[in-house]
């Protein structure tokens, strides 16, 4: 299953790319900080971030855990007037992180897609 929130998305892959680094290790990990709003995407379960040459990361996800939405200091799972993405629950397993691009025909380039809420 694959799971996404705003412009961030964890696609599930069978198995992860060969020579890849370990870039993180432990319960709680922010995959994305908004642009605008400074508001932040993060993984709380137990897992790895892996990143390979090129920048890609891959998460291994080996305890149940939650892709909440927010500020750094809330603490809650659901924020009135915050929370513009639902949580998900994120099942063990392997993930490739993607973030959202979108192609501009006016300038012919592919950028980042930037998260407003």
Same mark, same amino acid.
């Given at each position: ?8 998305e964890l696609l599930k892959i069978k198995e992860l790319?060969?020579?890849?680094? +370990?870039?993180?290790?432990?319960? +709680?990990?922010? /995959? ?7 508001? =932040? ?8 971030? /892996?990143?390979?040459? =090129?920048?890609? +990361?891959? /998460?291994?996800?080996? *305890? @149940? ?6 500020? *750094?200091?809330?603490?809650?799972? *659901? =924020? ?10 994120? *099942? ?7 973030? @959202?691009?979108?192609?501009?025909y006016f300038t012919e380039m592919i950028q980042k ?5």
């Amino acid at each position: 299953m694959n799971y996404r929130q705003g412009d961030i998305e964890l696609l599930k892959i069978k198995e992860l790319p060969k020579n890849l680094k +370990s870039k993180f290790k432990g319960n +709680s990990y922010i /995959l994305a900080y908004g642009e605008v709003t400074g508001h =932040q995407h993060e993984l709380r379960a137990e897992c790895e971030v /892996l990143e390979d040459n =090129q920048g890609l +990361s891959y /998460l291994v996800v080996t *305890k @149940e855990g939650k892709l909440v939405h927010g500020y *750094k200091d809330v603490t809650e799972e *659901k =924020q009135v007037g915050v929370d513009r993405h639902n949580t998900h629950t994120i *099942k063990p397993g392997i993930y490739k992180l993607s973030n @959202e691009r979108e192609y501009d025909y006016f300038t012919e380039m592919i950028q980042k897609v930037i998260d407003w809420n």
